[in-house]
Structure formats: structure tokens, C-alpha cells
């Protein structure tokens, strides 16, 4: 394992992080907690030291499986989590006003929530789960970042950032420029490649750190579903790949995996391709697949090696990016 800098917060991160919602069993279907916490074990064993999570993955349970699975690490791994906005609506709409969303009290209260679930009297990363830059402007930012710093004084969290809306890199660009986001978490895949035009740069200049979040766009990327896949009752991706969009989807990741065999074997399996991408871009600070299983915990491991993507493969596969909102109903 290789482990980078988390933008100016001095953090040593894993390049392999630890997507925690799918262990949250929210939104996944059924996940067994037996699994799930020898998958996280085998990821701290495997030397990965940053776990992303949400008190809405489960209502805290994937929290709780984090801490009951680095009992006794003490601060050789790093957590993150993120607070919901109150009015439990995402995407962050910039209509909204910030009091509906992150008011201060509600700030406080979800912060010792999440405490508590992990087990910890300080949190390393506290993320909102939603954000707009309209905030930036609202009447009551003044405060609500008063807030943060002030618990960031109590000791009760180290580094404070925003988990960025689905595929809308530039909504969070306004708050990287201002110096006051630690980091930022962003949709960025071989398929998404857009934070690369002004998000991911404009964090490597001003020291914010970059999680890359959904590096399989959902599992596609990572090369295992086909026409026959189907997915469990409760688990989301029934709909995200509902209809005609599995098809799409895996014609476009066939030809991806074409190119990234031309581009030589030395590129690992699908998944290991799928996450050395996300590495090659020197914002990035960590990429956190989503991964509730222990074979995959190795194999996305093993794309730590230090080799990323030459500049002449990154112009092949930049031809393969593709544009499109499956979150959003067909
Ligand atoms: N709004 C937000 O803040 C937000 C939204 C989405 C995600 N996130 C964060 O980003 C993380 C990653 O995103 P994600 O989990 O949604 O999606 P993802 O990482 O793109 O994909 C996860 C899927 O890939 C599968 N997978 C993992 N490794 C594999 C391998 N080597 N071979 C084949 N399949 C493999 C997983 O299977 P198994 O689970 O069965 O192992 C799971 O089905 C989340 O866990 C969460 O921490 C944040």
C-alpha cells in the first residue's frame, strides 16, 4: 500500500480508502455484519488507514462496524464520516437555506451522534453529506462555520469537508477557492472524468484534500455484472441500473476494457484499472471503493503500486468519459 497527503491537513492517507455505505446495508439490500466486519479487518490488515462512512448509512451502523473492527488501532487509521442535512434532502439544492440544511445546533448534535457511534472523542474527517457553493453566501455560513471551528478547538474533530453533489464537480469550486474546506469528496471515475477540467486542479493548488468517491460507478467499472446480472430487493442499484442502462453500460465498459488492454496487462485486472485511474490524478488523495466482501478487499488493494497511468494511456481513456445522471429516475 501506498499512502499520500490529504491535501494541507498533513493526514497521511492509504491510496485505498474504505467505502463504508454498502456495509451500512442501506440502499445495498441485505449485508451481513460477520462479512462486513472481516472485510474491514482484512482492509486495516492490508495496511488500508482511511475508512469513509455516514451516520445515514444505516442509521449509524456502518459507524458502529468501523469501530468495532479498529477497537485498539488508536489513531493508526483515520475516519471519516459525514453529517445528513437536516431536511434529509439530497442533492443540495441552492435554493435551500443553509438553517434547513447545516444549522449550527444541528451541526453540534449529529457531530456527538457520530461520536458515540464510533466509539471516539474525536472525529478525523467530519463531512456535510450535501453541498452547495449558494452557501458560501448565506446569512448564516458566519456562524455555521463558527461552529465547526469551535468544535475543531474542542478536540471533538480534526478536519472538516463537503461530500460534493452527484456528477456536479463546479458546485463545490467556489468553496475550494476559499481556503475554508479541508476536503472535498467528488464523483470521479473512468466514466466521470469532469472534476479534472477545474475541481481537481484548482484542489492540488490550493492544498484541499480530494476523496474519489464511486470509483466502479457503482460496480460497473470493477467489471463483474452482465446482461444476466441481477440485483437483491432494497438494494438500489436496481433502479440505477434499471432498463436499458445495464446494456448501455456494459457495451461502453467493453470497450473500455479493450483499451485498457491495449494499454498492456501491466494495468492489473478491471478494478485495479478502475482505481489506478482515479490515483493517476495527483489531487486525489485517496479513492474509497465500495467493498463488503474480502476478495475484493485484496484486489483493490493491489492497485497500489505506485505505477499510474502514463499521460498518453490518460488521453485514451479520456475518450471513453461519458456523461450521464443514474441517480436520477430513467
Ligand atoms: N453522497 C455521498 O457522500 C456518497 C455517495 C456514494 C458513495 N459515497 C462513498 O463512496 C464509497 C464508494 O462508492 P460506492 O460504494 O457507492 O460505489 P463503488 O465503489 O463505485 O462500487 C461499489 C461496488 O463495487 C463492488 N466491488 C468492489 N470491489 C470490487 C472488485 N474488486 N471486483 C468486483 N466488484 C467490486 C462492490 O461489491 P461488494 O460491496 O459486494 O464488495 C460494490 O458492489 C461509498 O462506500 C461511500 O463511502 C459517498
Redesign the pocket.
Same mark, same amino acid.
Given at each position: 500500500m501506498h499512502y499520500r497527503t490529504l491535501g494541507k491537513t498533513g493526514l497521511a492517507v492509504s491510496e485505498i480508502?474504505?467505502? @463504508? %455505505?454498502?456495509?451500512g446495508g442501506s440502499y %445495498?439490500g441485505k449485508?451481513d455484519d460477520a462479512e462486513s466486519l472481516k472485510?474491514l479487518r482484512a482492509a486495516f490488515e492490508g495496511g488500508v488507514t482511511f475508512f469513509?462512512?455516514?451516520y445515514v448509512?444505516g442509521d449509524g451502523r456502518?459507524e458502529r462496524l468501523i469501530a468495532q473492527a479498529l477497537a485498539g488501532a488508536g489513531k493508526k487509521a483515520a475516519v471519516a464520516t459525514?453529517i445528513p442535512p437536516l431536511n434529509m434532502r439530497?442533492?443540495a439544492d441552492p435554493k435551500t437555506p443553509l438553517s434547513e440544511a447545516f444549522p449550527p445546533d444541528w451541526i453540534t448534535l449529529a457531530t456527538e451522534r457520530s461520536l458515540k457511534n464510533l466509539d471516539t472523542d474525536c472525529i478525523d474527517l467530519q463531512?456535510f453529506?450535501?453541498w452547495t457553493d449558494a452557501w458560501l453566501k448565506d446569512p448564516l455560513w458566519d456562524k455555521t462555520f463558527e461552529t465547526l471551528l469551535r468544535l475543531k478547538s474542542a478536540g471533538k474533530i480534526r478536519f472538516w469537508g463537503v461530500?460534493?453533489?452527484?456528477h456536479a464537480p463546479n458546485s463545490a469550486v467556489e468553496l475550494a477557492a476559499s481556503g475554508a474546506a479541508d476536503s472535498v469528496?467528488v464523483?470521479f471515475?473512468l466514466f466521470d472524468q469532469s472534476p479534472e477540467e477545474k475541481l481537481l486542479p484548482l484542489c492540488r493548488e490550493k492544498g484541499v484534500g480530494v476523496?474519489a468517491?464511486?470509483?466502479?460507478?457503482?460496480?460497473?467499472?470493477?467489471?463483474?455484472l452482465s446482461p444476466a446480472t441481477r440485483f437483491e430487493p432494497g438494494d438500489f442499484?436496481a433502479d440505477y441500473f434499471a432498463g436499458a442502462r445495464l446494456s448501455e453500460t456494459l457495451e461502453r465498459v467493453g470497450r473500455l476494457k479493450s483499451a485498457l488492454l491495449e494499454n498492456g496487462s501491466k494495468n492489473g485486472?478491471?478494478?485495479?484499472a478502475?482505481l489506478k485511474f482515479c490515483l493517476s490524478h495527483a489531487a486525489v488523495g485517496t479513492v474509497?471503493?465500495?467493498?463488503?466482501?474480502t @476478495?475484493?478487499?485484496?484486489?483493490?488493494i493491489g492497485s497500489s503500486d505506485g505505477r499510474a497511468f502514463a499521460p498518453d494511456a490518460l488521453a485514451t481513456l479520456r475518450r471513453h468519459a461519458w456523461s450521464r445522471n443514474f441517480y436520477q429516475p430513467g
Open positions: 480508502g474504505f467505502g @463504508a %455505505w454498502g456495509i %445495498w449485508t472485510a469513509d462512512t455516514a448509512y456502518s459525514k439530497w442533492p463531512q453529506h450535501v461530500s460534493i453533489n452527484d469528496q464523483i471515475n476523496i468517491r464511486c470509483p466502479f460507478d457503482e460496480g460497473s467499472l470493477a467489471g463483474l442499484r485486472t478491471m478494478a485495479q478502475a474509497i471503493p465500495g467493498m463488503r466482501k @476478495a475484493h478487499v485484496a484486489e483493490n
